[in-house]
């Protein structure tokens, strides 16, 4: 089974989805898939570059978008490519029908935060006639680094559920609801993510020597 990973985030390799899509890749290959990945930042860039992608998505078995919640949706590389997906399908009858999965995280504590961003990728699967094979989503992904081994508990709920996922998706099947609902477990507790986040905010702000609060609203309404 060929399947692509498109990795969505433009910060490419710095990016959480980036480490999760190559954790998810590896896991693939492990249950005996052969897995290729692509920048889509980078190869949405130019013609031969998009060319390139579209190919790659029709001699795939499986896709899988990995990326980073941007406004309740997909980053806009990643957009222009379901874009372009889409007409290309539109003009050239397919020769087959590639499976598509979504793996997305968000800097929210919640997961279901990524919820309409699933429902976007569902929709695009059934609209451009490939079989929707699921998706694993993540709230806190602002915790994540490049040792996932270093967050509270070892990430153990973060490998479980990709191992789980790509034994079922390796040989056709779905992502099972196990690996779902272990995949949107929090990473830690929710004031300790959220204390977190705000000392992150504050060593930016004296960094960037900010003088005002964080709280200044300038252009607030009374």
Same mark, same amino acid.
């Given at each position: 089974?060929?399947? $692509?990973?498109?990795?969505?985030?433009?910060?490419?390799?710095?990016?959480?989805?980036?480490? $999760?899509?190559?954790?998810? =890749?590896?896991? $693939?290959?492990?249950?005996? =898939?052969?897995?290729?990945?692509?920048?889509?930042?980078?190869?949405?860039?130019s013609k031969d570059g998009t060319d390139r992608l579209l190919d790659a998505v029709d001699a795939s078995d499986l896709v899988v978008f990995a990326f980073p919640l941007y406004v309740d949706s997909l980053p806009a590389p990643l957009t222009c490519l379901l874009e372009r997906i889409a007409e290309r399908r539109a003009l050239i009858v397919p020769t087959r029908a590639p499976r598509l999965a979504a793996l997305v995280q968000c800097g929210f504590p919640e997961s279901h935060q990524c919820d309409t961003a699933v429902g976007i990728c569902r929709v695009f699967a059934e609209r451009t006639g490939m079989r929707w094979a699921g998706a694993l989503a993540m709230g806190m992904g602002g915790s994540l680094g490049g040792d $996932?081994?270093?967050?509270?508990?070892?990430?153990k709920n973060i490998f479980r559920a990709l191992d789980m996922a790509?034994?079922?998706?390796?040989?056709?099947?779905?992502?099972?609801?196990? =690996?779902?609902?272990l995949f949107a477990k929090p990473l830690m507790p929710r004031w300790m993510y959220t204390a977190f986040g705000n000392l992150g905010w504050h060593m930016q702000m004296r960094k960037n020597k900010t003088r005002r609060p964080m709280t200044y609203r300038p252009y607030a309404q009374g």
């Open positions: 089974m060929n399947a $692509l990973i498109l990795i969505g985030s433009p910060k490419g390799r710095n990016s959480a989805s980036y480490v $999760l899509g190559s954790m998810l =890749a590896g896991y $693939l290959q492990k249950h005996g =898939a052969t897995v290729s990945e692509e920048m889509v930042h980078h190869g949405i860039r $996932l081994k270093k967050l509270p508990g070892g990430g790509s034994e079922s998706l390796a040989v056709g099947g779905d992502i099972p609801p196990e =690996a779902v609902g």
